[in-house]
């Protein structure tokens, strides 16, 4: 019998864990790209993305409540499909390689920050956070929580700043007087800016941890993303008052750029800022990813090794090997590829919760859901229908070059796992 977690995140950890996972993910690590991508129209791709995002994230707050397990998606799945047992199965891989891909993604991000204040090979930058931030992990969820909070607080603050330098700049206005467009660049862009509000569902994965589930995860779903579209939407037409989208595209700290052009004192800041903010998602995304991976194992789908847990009540031993994963990923030094495979993973997975959402309604109309996603015409829900048709097509808008290291990814997984055969 698996060991069990313990209860310790109220509302405000939870909010706080959901905001410095999306923020930090996002603003930080592909604002460039998306940049290069979309030009001035990129508010448009985050407008979009959004929206994307909504339908899945209402989906999440409805099954987390309802199922307030370690396992998150996994759990979902086999309570709609429990005949089914590949289609659970499959989408906790899924999940899992999506957040593996998120915790090296963020890893290459602020070894790229950190390198512009000390001349230290990126690749043994990213490593050493893996090292550390793994430590944390094995810490026990409480004093992480301590170490997110304070994080999150000093990386919205950057934020925050920088919001401050772009509204003031002579130059904010002008950002509404290019012509706007709807080209295929900004459905590209949609599906790499999606990657960065899948920092929520990793809130999912706390659920065991968290006091009062059934109201709590809700809210801080809820809380989280709208804060952080407010965020974005700010931060966006900031920096491009302050530099040009050819700039953002070209640097290796695209907000540190944009802060130093208006004062010189805020590069810096700002290159702390994120330096924080990408340590804190990958503080975040070791935590959701080896809790999927103690859920499944506790259910009998991984290697029941990673179910063990030390004294801290941390699962000691799925931390370590998906940071031995994570560790194949990082050599590939990739920001837009790596992201985008993390997208891609994502957005498979949030077809799937959407689809048991609609599946549960006619399975167990009487289910006890604490938060129920509003909108529905007699049984079938229609915001989890429009959340399976949008994820499915941002699935289309990747590169053939995505599959291929989505599949050496999944292998690399599985290689792993099978060293520690099961008990």
């Not at 939870?14 to 508010?43: C, D, K, P, R, S």
């Not at 920092?199 to 709590?216: C, D, I, S, V």
């Not at 801080?220 to 900031?238: E, G, K, Q, R, W």
Request: proline share 4%; charged share 10%.
């Amino acid at each position: 019998m698996a060991e069990k977690l313990k209860k310790a995140l109220g509302l405000i950890p939870l909010t706080f864990y959901g905001v410095g996972t999306i923020v930090g993910a996002g603003i930080y690590a592909i604002i460039g790209v998306v940049a290069g991508e979309a030009g001035y129209n990129m508010w448009i791709a985050f407008v979009l993305a959004t929206i994307a995002a909504t339908f899945s994230a209402l989906s999440y707050a409805e099954l987390s409540s309802t199922f307030p397990k370690a396992g998150a998606e996994y759990v979902f799945l086999s309570n709609a499909f429990p005949k089914k047992k590949v289609i659970p199965f499959i989408t906790g891989y899924f999940i899992t390689i999506h957040g593996t891909a998120t915790f090296a993604t963020v890893l290459l991000a602020f070894a790229g920050y950190f390198s512009g204040f000390i001349d230290i090979p990126e690749m043994l930058i990213a490593y050493a956070l893996l090292a550390v931030i793994t430590l944390f992990n094995l810490s026990g969820i409480k004093k992480s929580s301590v170490v997110n909070i304070t994080f999150t607080s000093a990386q919205i603050l950057g934020l925050v700043m920088l919001v401050v330098a772009g509204i003031t700049s002579p130059n904010f206005g002008n950002v509404f007087q290019h012509k706007f467009s709807l080209g295929s660049e900004i459905f590209t862009s949609v599906a790499i800016v999606f990657y960065v509000y899948t920092g929520y569902e990793h809130m999912a994965t706390l659920a065991e941890e968290a006091k009062n589930p059934g109201r709590n995860i809700p809210l801080a779903f809820i809380f989280s993303l709208v804060f952080t579209t407010v965020i974005y939407l700010l931060i966006v037409f900031s920096a491009l008052a302050l530099a040009t989208p050819e700039a953002l595209a070209s640097s290796g700290s695209p907000l540190a750029l944009a802060g130093s052009n208006r004062y010189s004192w805020m590069g810096p800041v700002i290159g702390v800022a994120a330096l924080l903010a990408t340590a804190n998602v990958s503080l975040s995304a070791s935590l959701s990813v080896s809790r999927m991976m103690y859920g499944m194992a506790s259910k009998g789908d991984m290697p029941a090794m990673l179910s063990k847990l030390n004294k801290q009540q941390a699962p000691w031993v799925a931390a370590l090997v998906l940071a031995a994963i994570v560790g194949l990923f990082i050599p590939f030094g990739q920001i837009k590829l790596v992201a985008s495979v993390s997208s891609l993973g994502a957005m498979l997975v949030f077809a799937f919760v959407n689809l048991a959402v609609i599946v549960l309604r006619y399975k167990h109309p009487t289910l006890k859901r604490p938060f129920s996603v509003p909108l529905r015409i007699d049984k079938f829900p229609v915001l989890p229908a429009f959340g399976v048709i949008v994820s499915g097509l941002l699935a289309t808008q990747f590169t053939w070059e995505v599959s291929y290291f989505w599949n050496r990814g999944n292998a690399w997984y599985n290689r792993i796992l099978s060293k520690f055969g099961k008990e």
